[in-house]
């Protein structure tokens, strides 16, 4: 198996490829394919369209390779081409109206303090060992698509996929503070979600 | 010095845990979080919450959807994409 130090790093592999060599083009795909296809599906929320997306995006990368300059990181760029694609995707899909999460924000009393027990604020942490591991997949499918978008696109790039703040940032061309708020609000109403199928569950 | 609540905690808490609050904040906010078990509490499932929904949502595509998206790929590119 070839490392991928020995094959190179993503932006020669990605100058390669440019200068019309397609291997260099598969082994980026291959570095990439786990990653893009995670990713739209994460903002898509389902198999089919993830594995379109991720056909879209990496035609699009492509497409676009010349335009490619390495002022940013190859990944960061083509998960800027990818969450684009996913975008779109689900703008152009017909929807139904999703219940916002608004609901499971936290609730404070007239002093500023938090409403519940301890035990009640903290249950959330412990979801994943808490609730069936397939029925826990699917609300969370769902919780995703329920964010309002531009909340879900930043907490699936900072959170889910991991990307340093300034990386997002960069990707959807908004300032690192409004990333921040952005991952801090989804947090906020998934944290209120898991917590609140936590309880349902007895 | 100012008063520092749940609330207004919660509002300063991705920017404390980014650390990027300015000590004389973060101060008092580790003050009120000291102090405060509802907030340790919540702080806990706060900074959980990505990792669950993270492995809840995880996915890779199957050996065949991954052979096919190389076999689209290369089909497109013969095409001139």
Known sequence: MVTEAAAGSDETLAARAAAGDSAAFDDLVTRYQHRVYRLARRLTGNDEDALDV???????AFRHLGSFRGASRFGTWLYRIATNAALMHVRAR????????????????AKGRHRGTPEELRVAAHADDLLDRERLAKHAMSALA?????????????????????????ALHLKPATVRQRVHRARLMLRGYLSDIVEERS | MRNVTCESGVKRLMDYLEGTLSGPVRIELETHVAGCPLCRAFIESYRETPRILRGATDAAPSPAQQRALLAFLRSQRGRGA
Not at chain 1, 54 to 60: D, H, I, M, T
Not at chain 1, 94 to 109: K, V
């Open chain 1, 146 to 170: 329920r964010l309002p978008e531009p909340y879900r696109v930043a907490f699936v790039l900072r959170d889910l996929e991991e990307l340093p703040t300034d990386e997002v940032a960069e």
């Open chain 1, 94 to 109: 017909a929807r139904r109206p999703e219940e916002s999460l608004e609901r499971f924000l936290p609730g404070f009393d």
């Open chain 1, 54 to 60: 991720a056909q879209e995006a990496f035609l699009q």
